[in-house]
């Protein structure tokens, strides 16, 4: 599954993986943008799979200094420093490949013996019950294996964990009603969340410690929804400083130029 470039001899053993679910806004999307730009990660490779579309592009990161630099649709990412391999996949999964990718990118995090895998994704706002337009737009979910970290997610960071919740019509458990550590499939609901329901639920089957975390938000101008959730990370993984997050000059062609003057 992962082919790495010609240069890369490294082993990824030990390295936390980032994924990033394509979901709702494509907020994982501009938060691995951010992390990739910001860390000036140096890529180690792209993931070959049939469940991938084709896409290619040029020049998304500044530190990337030769013009006309190609991308493919899911590249990984590296820091040797840190031990973090950051992966980011631009396209959505072709239709009936849902099932087999995730057991294969699981089998992979599992074969490379990866320290743990970080899911981001994002689930449509408008789905939220009163109970979750309290707080922060932003929860989390363990698996079995990273059941550990749910304490220090949970009172030493202040995050609020994923509700459960069993329908669209259910309303949602209150914050102080959540007491369900590990979501099971009937508690899980998110919806425009991509392939997380499917990793959360397959993750501890194939013996990989999973944590997700999830960002609610609509479709529109999402740059602050993607920072919001990067940051929401460094929380936890201390990933860069005070000098914040650096958006790479390739987010200035996402919503065109303003309006020419004369259509007004």
């Not at 420093?81 to 631009?90: D, F, G, H, S």
């Not at 490949?97 to 057991?103: A, C, G, P, T, W």
């Not at 990273?146 to 964990?161: G, T, V």
């Not at 201390?238 to 004369?262: E, F, I, R, T, V």
């Amino acid at each position: 599954m992962f082919v790495p470039r010609r240069d890369y001899t490294a082993s990824l053993e030990g390295y936390r993986i980032i994924f990033p679910c394509v979901s709702v806004g494509n907020v994982p999307q501009l938060a691995v943008d951010l992390i990739i730009n910001t860390l000036r990660l140096s890529c180690a490779g792209y993931l070959r799979h049939p469940g991938l579309l084709p896409l290619v592009g040029n020049d998304a990161f500044d530190h990337l200094k030769s013009p006309g630099h190609l991308h493919l649709s899911t590249e990984v990412y590296c820091s040797h420093e840190l031990k973090l391999a950051v992966v980011q996949m631009r396209v959505p999964l072709a239709k009936g490949y849902q099932k087999v990718f995730v057991e294969d990118l699981l089998t992979w995090v599992r074969d490379v013996k990866a320290s743990d895998l970080v899911v981001l994704t994002s689930s449509d706002a408008v789905e939220r019950r009163d109970s979750q337009l309290l707080g922060r737009p932003l929860r989390f979910m363990v698996n079995q294996l990273s059941l550990p970290l749910y304490e220090h997610f949970a009172n030493d960071l202040k995050w609020s964990s994923l509700e459960p919740r069993t329908s669209a019509v259910e309303p949602a458990a209150s914050l102080g009603e959540a007491q369900v550590k590990v979501l099971r499939d009937e508690e899980l609901f998110l919806p425009s969340a991509g392939i997380a329901r499917r990793l959360h639920l397959s993750s501890s089957q194939w013996n990989v410690k999973m944590v997700t975390l999830i960002a609610f938000c609509s479709q529109g101008d999402n740059i602050a929804d993607s920072i919001g959730m990067a940051s929401y990370l460094n929380e936890w993984l201390h990933l860069q400083g005070p000098q914040g997050w650096a958006c790479p000059k390739s987010w200035g062609l996402m919503y065109g130029g303003p309006s020419p003057d004369n259509l007004f």
